[in-house]
């Protein structure tokens, strides 16, 4: 008789988009499938996805058994519970607590302990370092101390205060009947100082890396580890923990909400609370990419032949939309074949080389800000009394300005119409979110534009990676 043993192999799928932050890390995007290689550590696995491998979150997966079958139906079956019997949601894990409450007191439970030691964690890092460091003007100026800790002493300061308020809702006797929805509601704004931590990770891993390779750093922030008694993990590990702190909010409100009756008084906040926190998450991606792209669009400015006037960043971050169009303009109505890039706040246009067509001159912009965007319908224009074709207007709100854009194909005109659309959502959302590029932000890209760009990519290929930023 042969037995026939079933073979085993884990595997996770993702629950999130995970946006790496140093190479070592494996990025992914929610609902791809991840062959788990080691859990031995508890937060972080190494795992494999298509020909990539890296360290990943276990927070951010969902384990599976053979891939199609999920770890608490098999553990469920190692228990001898019949799978679909529902035996598990009325059994009771506790004296006289249904598996449902019980699931939700554990869920409030890991909510308060990971916050308390979260909090512990961030005084650890402003106490046992910060501190320090600030002692030893030899080593650290305040600039380099806020290259490699960003504003985690703020994040401190919010945490304490969430945490108090936490703990105003959190019901000892009873955990399941806490309600703590209301508290991640009232704090969702606030949340967002996160985005700058997050930004600033990059560069404090890079700045990090540098004062490592010099021996008396690396014993500096071991001996600072130990005057606090801090657990054996390096500073850099230390500083990862607050990108994973914000990503792991709507997880665990996620499983919070799995657990809560439709009835409970606390439903709607935590079915709300998540829906905000996962919003601050997408928040806090979409200002990562931008600020991301910023220096791309220094670059591509610098490509740019006879500029004129303020540099683009002066008021946009983000490129919405670019191609060619067709201008006439008052009055001589004449027709200028240009190159047109629609930017948050602003539409530039450029003029292509006859010979080289991948060289860009500079010949004007329009602020969309004092703009009203028109369809205008095929036929003669009456302000410019000229026949057009797939075209719109542009028209000053003081009336003093006309300029039409024709496209090549009415779906073109079409894709356009969406795109002025899509800016003024993009500037009111900037607008309602307090979103904005700090000076010193503008002014180190356009600084490493200007020393990249003599001996840098041609000039084409610029002009495509800015597209990619769409």
């Known amino acids: 008789v042969t037995l026939l043993r079933r073979t085993i192999f ?9 946006v790496t932050m140093d190479d070592q890390e494996l990025g992914f995007k929610a609902g791809d499938v991840i062959e788990v290689v080691d859990a031995t550590n508890k937060e972080w696995w190494w795992g494999r996805v298509l020909d990539s491998e890296g360290w990943f979150p276990a927070s951010f997966v969902r384990l599976r058994v053979n891939q199609d079958e999920p ?3 098999y553990l469920a079956h190692l228990d001898g519970v019949p799978e679909g019997s529902g035996a598990s949601v009325g059994r009771s894990l506790g004296p006289g607590l249904p598996c449902k409450e019980q699931m939700r007191a554990n869920v409030i439970n890991e909510i308060m302990s990971t916050e308390r030691d979260y909090i512990k964690h961030l005084k650890d890092i402003c106490e046992g ?3 320090q460091c600030r002692k030893r003007t030899d080593m650290f100026n305040e600039e380099q101390l806020r290259m490699i800790f960003g504003n985690i002493d ?3 300061r919010f945490q304490k205060k969430f945490l108090k308020a936490l703990e105003k809702k959190f019901n000892k006797e009873q955990p399941h009947l806490s309600e703590i929805g209301s508290c991640f509601l009232e704090n969702q704004t606030e949340f967002q100082i996160y985005s700058e931590y997050c930004n600033n990770h990059p560069n404090a891993c890079v700045q990090l890396s540098k004062l490592m390779k010099i021996k008396k750093y690396v014993f500096f922030f071991e001996a600072c580890r130990l005057l606090q008694k801090m657990i054996d993990i390096s500073l850099d590990g230390f500083l990862l923990t607050p990108v994973q702190k914000i990503c792991k909010y709507p997880l665990q409100l996620a499983e919070l909400l799995k657990y809560t009756n439709p009835q409970h008084r606390d439903y709607k906040d935590v079915e709300a609370a998540l829906n905000a926190m996962k919003n601050v998450a997408r928040l806090i991606n979409e ?4 600020l991301e792209n910023i220096d791309k669009i220094a670059q591509w400015q610098s490509a740019i032949e006879d500029w004129e006037g303020d540099d683009i960043l002066s008021r946009s971050s983000d490129l919405i939309f670019s191609g060619d169009l067709t201008k006439i303009s008052q009055p001589q109505a004449k027709n200028q074949q240009r190159m047109f890039f629609l930017f948050d706040h602003q539409l ?5 080389d006859l010979l080289r067509r991948d060289i860009l001159y500079y010949k004007g912009r329009m602020d969309m800000d004092q703009m009203e965007v028109v369809d205008v319908e095929d036929g003669k224009d009456k302000d410019l009394n000229v026949t057009v074709k797939n075209a719109l207007k542009l028209v000053s709100l003081a009336g003093d300005e006309v300029h039409l854009l024709c496209a090549k194909k009415p779906e073109l005109k079409q894709r ?13 959302h900037d607008f309602e979110t307090g979103f904005s590029i700090t000076e010193l932000q503008k002014k180190q890209a356009m600084q490493n534009a200007s020393k990249s760009h003599p001996a840098g990519k041609p000039k084409g290929d610029l ?3 800015i597209s990619h930023c769409q």
Not at 10 to 18: I, K, N, P, S, Y
Not at 348 to 352: E, I, L, S
Request: with cysteine; net charge positive.
């Open 10 to 18: 884990v595997c996770a799928e993702a629950l999130w988009d995970h």
């Open 71 to 73: 770890m608490d139906d």
């Open 129 to 131: 370092y910060i501190k």
């Open 154 to 156: 703020e994040l401190y």
């Open 287 to 290: 200002r990562k990419r931008r």
């Open 348 to 352: 530039v246009f450029c003029k292509k």
């Open 416 to 428: 356009w119409l969406r795109a002025f659309a899509d800016e003024r959502e993009q500037v009111q």
């Open 463 to 465: 002009f495509r990676e």
